[in-house]
């Protein structure tokens, strides 16, 4: 199963730098660039795309940037995930485009690794936002014991999570642990249960919270509204 991902940026020398590191990550299919509004909404009604990685300053466009333009997609497309790439670092924005349900906001000088996370994770019906002050802010926090309770995890649990939500799958942990995959889906669902956590999503949102996650690329799902448990 692959992401279909657009990227919109009015600069071509970065689109093609960002799409040609995309093209390297299996699950991730670029299906269209666009550097302005216009050429976004033409793509969107003609491409597939999950997840619209767009800039925040795009000019020219007949849909504007900015919050007009991510107010426009949201009513447009509902189910489109955002994430907004861009070298805009003012903390209000973030909160302005976080409310108006962008998923994800990524600074361009951040490593792409942090990119390629966003992507997965907002896939995965998760936020993505790198900094701990909006993660404080906007993040839902999981159902069941408070973000940074970790100590009621088992060591051997922990580093189970840490690894899943690093991309590996179930099978991966397990040769790279040297157990069985029984043992390690068992571990994982246990380490859920303990968490109060019955979806993937929310696993990812507690990873990205507490900083489980790390920087790596978060898996996705077999079925990302269902059970966290493969």
């Given at each position: 199963?692959?992401?279909?991902?657009?990227?919109?940026?009015?600069?071509?020398?970065?689109?093609?730098?960002?799409?040609?590191?995309?093209?390297?990550?299996?699950?991730?299919?670029?299906?269209?660039?666009?550097?302005?509004?216009?050429?976004?909404?033409?793509?969107?009604?003609t491409v597939p795309c999950d997840v619209l990685v767009a800039d925040y300053?795009?000019?020219?466009?007949?849909?504007?940037?900015?919050?007009?333009?991510?107010?426009?997609?949201?009513?447009?497309?509902?189910?489109?995930?955002?994430?907004?790439?861009?070298?805009?670092?003012?903390?209000?924005?973030?909160?302005?485009?976080?409310?108006?349900?962008?998923?994800?906001?990524?600074?361009?000088?951040?490593?792409?690794?942090?990119?390629?996370?966003?992507?997965?994770?907002?896939?995965?019906?998760?936020?993505?936002?790198?900094?701990?002050?909006?993660?404080?802010?906007?993040?839902?926090?999981?159902?069941?014991?408070?973000?940074?309770?970790?100590?009621?995890?088992?060591?051997?649990?922990?580093?189970?999570?840490?690894?899943?939500?690093?991309?590996?799958?179930?099978?991966?942990?397990?040769?790279?642990?040297?157990?069985?995959?029984?043992?390690?889906?068992?571990?994982?669902?246990?380490?859920?249960?303990?968490?109060?956590?019955?979806?993937?999503?929310?696993?990812?949102?507690?990873?990205?919270?507490?900083?489980?996650?790390?920087?790596?690329?978060?898996?996705?799902?077999?079925?990302?509204?269902?059970?966290?448990?493969?």
């Amino acid at each position: 199963m692959q992401i279909h991902v657009v990227l919109a940026d009015d600069h071509p020398a970065l689109v093609a730098g960002v799409k040609y590191a995309l093209d390297s990550v299996k699950t991730i299919k670029v299906t269209g660039t666009a550097q302005n509004s216009s050429e976004i909404i033409k793509l969107l009604d003609t491409v597939p795309c999950d997840v619209l990685v767009a800039d925040y300053a795009m000019p020219h466009g007949a849909y504007g940037d900015g919050m007009a333009l991510f107010s426009y997609l949201r009513r447009r497309y509902p189910e489109l995930k955002i994430v907004v790439f861009t070298t805009v670092d003012n903390p209000a924005i973030m909160r302005e485009v976080a409310r108006l349900g962008v998923h994800s906001y990524i600074n361009k000088t951040d490593n792409l690794d942090r990119l390629i996370s966003a992507i997965h994770a907002v896939y995965a019906q998760a936020v993505y936002f790198p900094s701990e002050g909006l993660r404080q802010d906007l993040a839902a926090k999981p159902t069941g014991n408070p973000a940074g309770e970790r100590t009621e995890l088992s060591k051997r649990e922990v580093e189970v999570i840490r690894l899943y939500v690093s991309g590996m799958s179930i099978g991966e942990i397990a040769k790279k642990l040297n157990r069985s995959k029984q043992t390690i889906s068992s571990q994982k669902v246990t380490a859920m249960r303990k968490l109060g956590i019955a979806r993937d999503a929310e696993l990812f949102r507690y990873a990205w919270e507490t900083g489980l996650g790390g920087t790596g690329a978060a898996p996705l799902p077999d079925d990302p509204a269902g059970s966290g448990a493969h």
